[in-house]
């Protein structure tokens, strides 16, 4: 690097651009923010959930979990066989369909703002332009935990088809994961439920998840950017690490890819569409990527009891309500269902 490259970075390190700074930042967690509102209440839409309130509060809500927040339920709510003080616990399951569109916008626009920084961005401009987009990511989730207080009539026959609250599947998805068993844990309990509902965002948890889950996104976008710039001496890091997490999170972009299409392909032969394509938009990283490890023959121990059990992919359901202590493999789900074979060309591919 020439003489002149380095006083120019040393002197964009003494003199940070501001003004560029907090555009960027106001840009990129605006982006997201507009992203994950609309996919959660587009979500919601489609899988009927404005007939039993009002899709403001449920939103904020659903937009909360999706960046590592919690909701937490009272009043009559009565789901997955908890009645009165024994659902009074925090909803902390992430409907990571909505978590994934906010990561990336978030990350296309911070990537986007350090190109403008040069061939080399100096440490004091790379934590800036960080820490920027994390404190108004973290001051929006603020504003949603305001936004998420409500109390919500919800009816479980009017949004569960054929009559089962929160049952909501993506036929032809049992392999790689069921929707209605994998997302509704934290928004099934909002949507599924048969009486009238209180529900609140707890603002600490989920301003610490949002703090944590927005500096994760960004960690992970700049190690898996293969042309943005890095701090001087990080030359290791570009061959070395880029290279592997740039190659993962393709594969994990692939399979949500995957699993869509698979969801639009069942939508189109099923009878409810809209609420096949509703979980799909809000689920569909949630149940592709339980299905990658599971497709490489990574073991994990588990067990489901009560009502709860109903609510996981078929053939899963079957193996975790045996207590026979062995642990879930694709060998063992396959002996129940032989499409989980499936999984592994898929993860081989």
Do not use: C
């Not at 997302?183 to 707890?202: C, K, N, S, Y």
């Amino acid at each position: 690097m020439s003489a002149a490259a380095k006083t120019g970075t040393a002197r964009r390190g003494a003199h940070l651009p501001w003004p560029d700074i907090l555009l960027s930042a106001v840009a990129s967690v605006s982006w997201a923010s507009i992203g994950m509102v609309g996919t959660a209440a587009l979500g919601l839409h489609l899988l009927g959930a404005g007939s039993a309130g009002p899709l403001g509060p449920m939103t904020a809500a659903v937009v909360a979990l999706g960046a590592g927040g919690s909701v937490t339920p009272s009043a009559g709510m009565s789901a997955f066989g908890a009645k009165g003080v024994e659902v009074h616990t925090a909803l902390r399951i992430t409907p990571l369909g909505v978590g994934l569109v906010g990561a990336l916008l978030l990350s296309w626009f911070f990537l986007r703002s350090l190109r403008t920084a040069g061939a080399v961005v100096s440490p004091a401009e790379l934590l800036a332009r960080a820490g920027a987009v994390t404190a108004l990511f973290t001051a929006m989730l603020g504003g949603l935990a305001w936004a998420g207080h409500g109390v919500v009539t919800l009816d479980g026959d009017v949004l569960a088809p054929e009559g089962e609250p929160g049952d909501v599947r993506i036929p032809g998805l049992e392999g790689l994961g069921d929707v209605g068993g994998l997302l509704p844990g934290g928004i099934g309990e909002l949507i599924g439920a048969r009486t009238t509902v209180g529900f609140a965002v707890d603002t600490a948890p989920t301003l610490l998840g949002g703090l944590g889950w927005s500096a994760g996104i960004l960690l992970i976008a700049l190690l898996a950017s293969r042309r943005t710039p890095l701090p001087q001496g990080w030359d290791a890091v570009h061959r070395v690490v880029r290279p592997a997490v740039s190659a993962l999170v393709t594969v994990l972009l692939l399979a949500v890819a995957a699993g869509a299409a698979t969801a639009v392909y069942a939508a189109a032969g099923d009878a409810r569409p809209r609420r096949v394509l509703g979980a799909a938009l809000l689920g569909v990283p949630n149940g592709v990527w339980l299905g990658v490890p599971v497709g490489l023959s990574v073991p994990f121990d588990g067990r489901a009891t009560g009502e709860a059990a109903a609510f996981l992919p078929a053939p899963l359901d079957r193996v975790l309500t045996v207590s026979s202590g062995q642990p879930v493999t694709l060998s063992r789900l396959a002996e129940l269902n032989g499409r989980v074979w499936l999984l592994g060309v898929a993860a081989a591919l």
